[in-house]
T-cell receptor, first 115, second 119 residues
């Protein structure tokens, strides 16, 4: 069974640009969560989607948005990039978000550098 | 308030010895789950072990065990017989339940502990 895939793996953008990151969950998983990882702030939850609906959102500005498609693939978009958006963006999928012990499987991440 | 606290920024252990990585948490929920993940330098998060708040037995997965002390709100990871490949960053994380027992995907992570295994 294929794992969580994220594209692209590496990305370099300049301030003010926008970027779209993609995540394909494990087959059969309907929940996709996104996290931002930086040396200063650590791992922070961005948002979670289930059946094309955003179920939970972290404390990030409106420049960060996401969506989920009917095949469970998810994209996140960051508009008007800032230097501080440079980070590793991790996507995780799980089978059923309604179960507190449900394991999340992470993808390899997209490393975004904003110049 | 920080919900997950990992007080050890770095730990060193000799190969084949056991090591304990500390994690304390804070929640008012009765239903919650505690997870440990390993992150090698490649960046991918690897699930290691899970403990549910209602589980009476400590979780074990191969060389990994979780020392769960609910009253103290601690969930320490014990790695037995350390191997060189265990050198990585280790994160403790929690998923809290919501009213009605429904939980959505959010994991709250600690700051991590870098483990270095010496030969």
């Amino acid at each position: 069974k294929a794992g969580v895939t994220q594209t692209p793996r590496y990305l370099i953008k300049t301030r003010g640009q926008q970027v779209t990151l993609s995540c394909s969950p494990i087959s059969g998983h309907r929940s996709v969560s996104w996290y931002q990882q930086t040396p200063g702030q650590g791992l922070q939850f961005l948002f979670e989607y289930f059946s094309e609906t955003q179920r939970n959102k972290g404390n990030f500005p409106g420049r960060f948005s996401g969506r989920q498609f009917s095949n469970s693939r998810s994209e996140m978009n960051v508009s008007t990039l800032e230097l501080g958006d440079s980070a590793l963006y991790l996507c995780a999928s799980s089978l059923d978000p309604g179960i507190v012990g449900n394991e999340q499987f992470f993808g390899p991440g997209t490393r975004l550098t904003v110049l | 308030a920080q919900k997950i606290t990992q007080t050890q920024p770095g730990m060193f252990v000799q190969e084949k010895e056991a090591v304990t990585l500390d994690c304390t948490y804070d929640t008012s929920d009765q239903s919650y789950g505690l997870f440990w993940y390993k992150q090698p330098s490649s960046g991918e998060m690897i699930f290691l072990i899970y403990q549910g708040s209602y589980d009476e037995q400590n979780a074990t997965e191969g060389r990994y065990s979780l020392n769960f002390q609910k009253a103290r709100k601690s969930a320490n990871l014990v790695i037995s017989a350390s191997q060189l490949g265990d050198s990585a960053m280790y994160f403790c994380a929690m998923r809290e339940g919501k009213a009605g027992g429904t939980s959505y995907g959010k994991l709250t992570f600690g700051q991590g502990t870098i483990l270095t295994v010496h030969p």
